[in-house]
């Protein structure tokens, strides 16, 4: 018997304030703090039972309950050639179904059955035999659950030294079916997170609408009652299928009781059978789930007709999205400052992005084969993932147009020209090149020179680098001035023979300072200093 109503304590105190006291009923619901339907309710079942004040004596509270709350019985006992459980799945796990719908289609086979109100009462009272947790209604290819077992298996990590590891079960079921995956993986770390809902949805071989996942860091990055932050991965992965991710609330089971079901099923239906197993890596534990899994998804319900799989196959396999066409590629994402080279540092190697983002902050996306790098959420940049630590990937076109300029050059194109005017000019070039580490950092003085041979001439500027090189003077500045003075006309300084390195300093040269001059100056600063 039910026992929803008011307490007899308080039924004997309303009837004795309505009937003796002559109370309305509204003051009778203030004085006993109940609403004025439930009084109304309980004077209308005491004059059905045909109760009078005062109440007799031996009439106790088990009695007056039995009179006043009698069950009544039922007008007509629940047909069973109405296939019920059928009602209830098409109902709860098909989209736009109703009761109405479901009689009509019963009326077609069944020309003399039931009225609607009583198909509608029938229904109601048969799903009261049903557990609380197969009352949920889940649609056909829309919730897929999400999550981790508590329990881990043994694996072999090392043969070598025998070190043993804990691999981690993963687990997924769909909502309407309760068809389930699992797999085990070495990590929950967000590579093997993101790997296995890959290999889930292949398995399914079909995406829903929905993924329900716990509040794992993996998934997501900052658990919110109302807007939880989903990891920058995760959320990309969930694009790339069409998918959207919500979590479950924190501390609420009931959002993923579906899980939470498969995970008890997975531990005690697949790795209980496989505890006194011995595995010596990770595709041998996940190749001796897969029959199990199988096993599990085959086995028959015990309140409802058919099995996991039978009921993929009918609800959740033809509402499933279709798979992409290409499986999804794995990527993290990053933020990252810009410096004044206007190139992003990531693992150690160094990628161009267009000048103007210089001294901003940007995000990364990046794959084993790509980066893609973005501003505001538009992307700005793209290259090929590059692993060699201290080289820069740039593009002439993120560069300032005076940088363009310079980068169109390199060692092979001014040292043809140089050849054009001569070799003493070509070996001019080499010498300067080869003496900074980069030879880059030489090209605005080789292109100084080679633009001479305009102004002066090419045999002015072949002269005057036969002087160059004889007297050391491996720069622009030097080129230039003897070209100014007219040196590159004047027999050679003796005492160093052409095209060799100069191996000592000459003790007077038109260039050069002398000791004398360092002496008097010294002697002049002494006179000034004593002024």
């Known amino acids: 018997m039910s026992r929803s109503h008011l307490s007899m304590r308080k039924i004997r105190e309303l009837l004795r304030l309505k009937w003796a006291c002559g109370y309305g009923n509204h003051l009778i619901a203030q004085s006993l703090n109940i609403s004025s339907s439930t009084v109304s309710d309980c004077l209308h079942r005491a004059q059905k039972a045909a109760l009078t004040w005062p109440l007799p004596d031996e009439l106790d509270d088990a009695q007056l309950e039995a009179r006043l709350y009698a069950r009544l019985p039922q007008s007509q006992d629940i047909p069973e050639d109405i296939q019920w459980p059928h009602i209830h799945q098409e109902l709860s796990r098909r989209k736009h179904v109703t009761l109405m719908l479901l009689w009509h289609e019963y009326k077609q086979h069944h020309p003399q059955g039931i009225s609607y109100s009583q198909f509608c009462a029938c229904y109601r009272r048969w799903k009261t035999h049903l557990e609380v947790w197969m009352r949920q209604t889940y649609t056909a290819g829309e919730k897929l659950f999400v999550d981790y077992a508590g329990q881990t298996m043994p694996v072999l990590a090392d043969i070598h030294t025998g070190e043993v590891a804990e691999a981690q079960i993963f687990v997924g079921v769909l909502g309407a079916s309760n068809f389930t995956y699992t797999e085990a993986t070495w990590t929950q770390t967000l590579p093997d997170w993101i790997h296995s809902h890959v290999r889930m949805f292949q ?10 996942p716990d509040n794992l860091k993996s998934g997501i990055h900052k658990a919110h009652l109302y807007e939880p932050d989903i990891n920058p991965t995760y959320q990309d992965m969930a694009q790339y299928y069409g998918v959207a991710v919500v979590p479950a609330r924190v501390v609420s089971p009931r ?32 190749q001796a789930m897969r029959p199990l899994l199988d096993e599990l998804n085959q086995r028959p319900f015990q309140k409802l007709p058919g099995s996991r799989y039978s009921q993929f196959l009918a609800l959740d396999q ?6 992409p066409t290409t499986p999804y590629v794995y990527a993290e994402w990053k933020k990252v400052g810009v410096g004044l080279d206007y190139h992003i540092k990531l693992d150690e190697h160094y990628y161009s992005v267009p000048f103007t983002m210089a001294k901003k902050t940007l995000t990364v996306r990046y794959t084993q084969q790509t980066v893609e790098i973005f501003y505001n959420h538009q992307r700005i940049a793209s290259h090929p993932r590059s692993f060699v630590k201290g080289a820069c990937t740039t593009l002439s076109v993120h560069m300032p147009k005076h940088h363009q300029h310079q980068a169109e050059w390199t060692p092979e194109r001014l040292l043809r020209w140089a050849e054009k005017i001569g070799p003493l000019t070509t070996q001019l070039l080499e010498k300067i ?79 050069i300072r002398g000791q004398d001059y360092f002496n008097s100056t010294h002697d002049q600063d002494k006179e000034n200093s004593s002024c």
């Open 203 to 212: 398995f399914f071989n079909g995406v829903p609408a929905l993924l329900i």
């Open 255 to 286: 959002d993923k009781a579906k899980v939470e079901n498969g995970v008890l099923q997975v531990e005690r239906l697949i790795l209980a059978k496989l505890r006194h197993r011995t595995f010596l890596s990770l595709p041998e534990l996940n």
């Open 318 to 323: 033809p509402a499933l999205n279709p798979l």
């Open 433 to 511: 090149m080869s003496s900074r580490r980069h030879p880059q950092q030489t090209f605005r003085s080789c292109i100084g020179i080679l633009r001479l041979g305009k102004r002066y001439g090419n045999d002015r500027l072949e002269a005057a680098c036969r002087r160059a090189l004889h007297i050391g003077g491996h720069s622009y500045k030097s080129v230039e001035s003897i070209l100014k003075n007219g040196l590159d006309s004047q027999a050679l300084p003796t005492g160093s023979p052409l095209n060799t390195e100069v191996s000592r300093i000459p003790a007077a040269h038109e260039y």
